[in-house]
Antibody, heavy 127, light 112 residues
Framework: QVQLVQSGAEVKKPGSSVKVSCKAS????????ISWVRQAPGQGLEWMGG????????NYAQKFQGRVTITADESTSTAYMELSSLRSEDTAVYYC????????????????????WGQGTMVTVSS | DIVMTQTPLSSPVTLGQPASISCRSS???????????LSWLQQRPGQPPRLLIY???NRFSGVPDRFSGSGAGTDFTLKISRVEAEDVGVYYC?????????FGGGTKVEIK
């Protein structure tokens, strides 16, 4: 049974960066994408972006373009999300989620759903 | 971006009674590959979200059969045939047909 295990809680100063990891335990990333979703306190879910490790291609939500970098290391089945220029509004729980791939053609694939989620990483941005 | 609109915001339900949540998308969720990538997630208090239903009506592994999904195009519904205490939480619809992936605002299911 694959589990996604995320790194621990972080407290950061405004203007700094945070890097959160997500390791697949009991399996690999093969044939899946990894997405990152965040949830501010008391709020809903927000997709930040994702990566298909076998292609190495990442997509980002417009809101986070230029501030977020998502990478993956297939050799360790670990994905990373780095968010820079942190501000207080970035205080949230950050989740990684596994995304089964649908039809693939020309280096891109349809994304099906979020079938397995990490436990979440609380990132607090405070001076 | 595809906007996902859920109703109601809150659903107080008596134990053993049915519950229904609607989700409407601002454009068709039919992908060019012919599939409709509409899913339903459950988030219990203090927990990460959990997949219940994918591609409109497919129950994920381990999900009780009291949960069912239906719909097509832009209108979708999640039904719980008989609500149990463990079903309390927030339910989200989400679409993966088009990037950016987007979520509904959530529907809180609570016991009356």
């Amino acid at each position: 049974q694959v589990q996604l295990v995320q790194s621990g809680a972080e407290v950061k100063k405004p203007g700094s960066s945070v890097k959160v990891s997500c390791k697949a335990s009991g399996g690999t990333f093969s044939s899946y994408a990894i997405s990152w979703v965040r949830q501010a306190p008391g709020q809903g879910l927000e997709w930040m972006g994702g990566i298909i490790p076998i292609f190495g291609t990442a997509n980002y939500a417009q809101k986070f373009q230029g501030r977020v970098t998502i990478t993956a290391d297939e050799s360790t089945s670990t994905a990373y999300m780095e968010l820079s220029s942190l501000r207080s509004e970035d205080t949230a729980v950050y989740y990684c989620a596994r995304v089964p791939l649908g039809y693939c053609s020309g280096g891109s694939c349809s994304l099906e759903t979020f079938d397995i989620w990490g436990q979440g990483t609380m990132v607090t941005v405070s001076s | 971006d595809i906007v996902m609109t859920q109703t109601p915001l809150s659903s107080p339900v008596t134990l053993g009674q049915p519950a229904s949540i609607s989700c409407r998308s601002s454009q068709s969720l039919v992908h060019s590959d012919g599939n409709t990538y509409l899913s339903w997630l459950q988030q219990r208090p203090g927990q990460p979200p959990r997949l219940l239903i994918y591609k409109i009506s497919n129950r994920f592994s381990g999900v009780p059969d009291r949960f069912s999904g239906s719909g097509a195009g832009t209108d979708f519904t999640l039904k719980i045939s008989r609500v149990e205490a463990e079903d309390v939480g927030v339910y989200y619809c989400m679409q993966a047909t088009q990037i950016p992936l987007t979520f509904g605002g959530g529907t809180k299911v609570e016991i009356k």
